[in-house]
């Protein structure tokens, strides 16, 4: 009689714990709302995901806003440079802003993202320019005429040479 009772308990158990880990490794509602935005992720490339420690959702999620905003990215891209340290959504947001006003691929901005510069920022400055003030100096002439003197200098990112290049630090 006892046993009776456990068997269909330690059904219900193990079923609830295959359960779980199913829906750990495998992301269903994002799968779902990839799917439903047009992206055409499968579902063994989540599983693929997790398995490589990459988060999907911080694949995915760029994916779909790359998507709807007509860059044409690919999700083996995007988790090449997450792998490598890089800052996925920073990138795509990047992509975004410079798709209208000048030809920035995928690689050029990964690049200069893992370099160690904000690409979004450097695209930005790119489309408008920055206007750096410096603070007064000041300076006394032999004669005793004290000359107060203010700089400013705007600056426009060079895309093409940013990594390598100089900061607003330096200028």
Do not use: C
């Amino acid at each position: 009689m006892v046993s009776l009772v456990i068997v269909p308990v330690v059904f219900i158990i193990a079923a609830i714990v295959i359960v779980s880990l199913f829906l750990h490794f495998v992301p269903v509602g994002l799968w779902i709302s990839a799917r439903a935005a047009g992206v055409n992720v499968g579902i063994f490339n989540l599983i693929g995901m997790r398995l490589r420690r990459v988060v999907p959702s911080k694949i995915i999620l760029p994916l779909v806003k790359a998507n709807k905003a007509g860059l044409d990215v690919n999700a083996n891209q995007l988790e090449a440079h997450y792998l490598a340290g890089g800052d996925v959504d920073r990138v795509v947001d990047a992509l975004i802003a410079a798709h209208a006003t000048m030809s920035l691929t995928f690689e050029r901005a990964a690049a200069i993202d893992l370099a160690g510069r904000d690409v979004l920022e450097a695209v930005q400055m790119s489309v408008n320019p920055k206007v750096i003030e410096t603070p007064f100096i000041s300076a006394v002439a032999q004669n005793g005429i004290e000359l107060k003197v203010r700089a400013r200098v705007t600056v426009r990112a060079n895309i093409d040479r940013l990594v390598g290049g100089a900061g607003e630090a330096t200028v």
